[in-house]
């Protein structure tokens, strides 16, 4: 079998090395998290890369059924840090806990004009996708 996308390697060494030494925009559409139901329906987009002051609801992990906002999203380490979301250290001070961004689940976007430029631009290609898919 042929490789599908030539810019992916499928060597793990080389996939790893591209991950960890990724520039500060890759990292931010990787780390991308689902939409709730209700924004999928109304936007018709599966997922969107997270950003600061977006609302999130964890899926997975100790804090499961947590909900905040984003108070940081920490790209070095492919991480989020959520409001309320925290732990005590020994010293009695409080830290945040990093969350993947894939095991949260975006409730409410914060919109502003290029982040809905980009729903309407992925919106138009699930459309396109739908119905070609439709027509074979």
């Known amino acids: 079998m042929t490789k599908v996308r030539s810019d992916v390697h499928s060597s793990r060494r080389k996939s790893r090395k591209e991950h960890f030494s990724a520039g500060s925009n890759a990292r931010r559409v990787r780390m991308s998290a689902p939409l709730s139901k209700e924004l999928r329906e109304k936007h018709n987009v599966r997922s969107m890369p997270i950003r600061k002051d977006d609302e999130v609801v964890i899926q997975r992990g100790n804090n499961k059924g ?51 430029g980009i729903l309407e631009r992925k919106g138009q290609g699930l459309e396109k996708a739908r119905k070609r898919k439709e027509q074979a």
Do not use: M
């Not at 005590?88 to 095991?103: D, H, L, R, T």
């Open 66 to 116: 947590r909900e905040g906002k984003v108070t940081s999203v920490y790209r070095l380490k492919y991480v989020v840090h959520i409001e309320r979301v925290t732990r005590e250290k020994s010293n009695g001070q409080s830290v945040p806990i990093g969350i993947a961004p894939s095991k949260v689940l975006i409730t409410k976007l914060k919109l502003d004009k290029d982040r809905e």
